[in-house]
Structure formats: structure tokens, C-alpha cells
């Protein structure tokens, strides 16, 4: 029998409207002290007819910050600004969870005044983005032992004050070569402590920055990310099997809100993930695949999630899932406006209302 993708699906404690999730895309529209303002408000209620919103990548402590005009979730300010979105959305009907993404290693001293830092001081190749234009990236300094508990202590902060915010949860971002990511990484995490080497211990910081977010705000408001097998940021990861089964039964005793796999076509990672954890699992195809009707018709039906993401498509029609119910035309993404900028490519996609 066929998943009715636009039914009501109980999610922990929150009824979501339908199967759709809007993906996290960065924007690069924060305000001033990377705080969230109205014209994001806006942009986040217009596409409240998700089932469930996860927002941008948004950095838990300053030296997370990888790209200009991120958000943030570390000061009083940013959390008024992400009240204002909270609100917004729920006004509209939407649920909205942040996803807290420490960037690591991939970032820039001209963006945040800091060196980057990391699991280990592997430079990765290639550039980031800056206000000065694309830059080489830099040697990140490796993460004492002694100091991990101090990230931790960020991401919890920062968990804490989105649910102050007003948002529905976090979901932490151990996907697409950022810190969580680089730790899991054999190419980036090159530790010789109880952090590096096998594949249990470089799961390990990422199930204990789980365990300590959970035990502040509850599992039922915690859902992370990962991408298997994922060479962006330069990762690369010979143990793919081994280390996902490690991090995924590690996590499975807390009982997440969800995991949510982010899988580029012709891998099937994920597919074993998805039977080693008994919570809700949500997919998307990732930089590459399709993210379209059909698509998520199947990964639902097969089995292999519960919830389906979409990114581009939520980004250019702000009332994605009306017009995938009637069959209508989906606006067309303007790259150019993707990252930066003010309302133009933001908040002016037309909705068929209109």
C-alpha cells in the first residue's frame, strides 16, 4: 500500500502536517552579531507548510562560524532573533528545529578573527568563501583533549537557547565535512587519543555531544544529521561501515527525535543505518540526487525513511508541498541569490496565490 506523503505524521511529541521536510540550506542573510531578523522570520513562515522546517546551519560558539552572515545560537541576541522566527512559524502552522553546525576546521580567520580548529591539524584542500572573496583554507589547531568538553559545553549551550527561542529542537550537524563530521572522518581525525584511531573512538565525540544534549533539553527534541561516505569539505573515510554502525549504536539507547541521512545517489549506507535504528529516519538525496514527488514516493514506500527532504525545491516555492499535491509548476531556483544578499531570490518567490 502506498504512504499518503501528505498525511499527518506524529513525530516524537509534534504532529507534523505531512512527510516534507524542508532541508537546512545556508543563506547567508543573518543580521548584525550573526542574529537572525525579520526578513528571516518571514522567509522561514512563508514555507510553514513543511511538515517540519530544519533551519540553516547555525553556529553553536563563534569560532564555528565557517561562512559570513551564519546565525548563531550563543548570544542573547541571536536568541531574540530566532524567537522572532520560532514565532513566525508557529503562527503559520510549522514546526522548526535548528540545526547547531560547528563548522571545524572549515573556515576562516578573516570571517571570525579566529584559526579554526579541529579533530587534527589537517589543512583541507581547496577554499572558502570569505568577505574578502574565496580564500585558501588554513591549518586548523587540533583540539586538546582537555578541551573537548568545552565544545560539548557549546553545543549544549547553544540547545539550550534554542528551546528559549521558542524553537522545536535542534538537530546536530554531523554531516557534509563539518566538526562532528571531521571527527568520524579517518582523513581528517588523525588523534592518537581515545578520539582517533577506530572506528568506535572517532565516533566517540559525536555520541557524547548527543548524550549531553539530550540530558539538557530531552531525546525528544534532538535529531541529527549524517552523510556517509560524503567527500565534501574534503573528507575522506575508508571505514564507512564500520564507523556509521559504531555511531549509530551508540546513539540508539538515547532515542533521538531522528536521524536523518543525507545519501548521494548509487550508495547504500544508509540503507543499513536505517536497520539499526529504531526511531523515525528521515532521507535526502544529498547535493546530487532528485528531491522530487516520485523520489520521495519510493523512499517511503520501500521503507527506507519515514520523512523526506528537500532543499532547492523548498527554497525557490515557498508552497512546495500545495503545489506537489495539485500537480502545479514549481518556481525556478535563482543560484545567483542562493547565498547573500537581501529579499531578492529570499522572500520574492511567488506563491500561487499570489
Known sequence: MSTDLFAPYQLGDLELKNRFVMAPMTRNRAGEGTAPTALNAEYYAQRAGAGLIITEGTQPAAVGQGYPNTPGLHTDEQVAGWRLVADAVHAAGGRIVAQLMHTGRIGHPSITGLQPVGPSAVTPAGQVFTPEGMQDMQ???????????????????????????????????????????QFLADNSNVRTDAYGGSPENRARFVIEVAQAVVAEIGAGRVGIRVSPGHAFNDISETEVEATYEALVTGLEPLGLLYLHIAEDPGTTYGDTLRKLFSGTVIRSTGFAGPSDLETAQDVLDSGAGDLFAIGR??????????????????NEPDQPTFYGGGAEGYTDYPALSE
Not at 142 to 163: W, Y
Not at 313 to 330: C, M, S
Open 139 to 181: 591549518e586548523p589547531r587540533a583540539l586538546e583533549t582537555g578541551e573537548l568538553a568545552g565544545v560539548v559545553a557549546d553545543f549544549v549551550d547553544a540547545s539550550r537557547r534554542a528551546i528559549a527561542a521558542g524553537l522545536d529542537g535542534v538537530e546536530l550537524h554531523a554531516a557534509n565535512g563539518y566538526l562532528l563530521h
Open 313 to 330: 525545491g523548498f527554497l525557490a516555492t515557498p508552497d512546495l508541498v500545495a503545489r506537489l499535491q495539485k500537480g502545479d509548476a514549481l
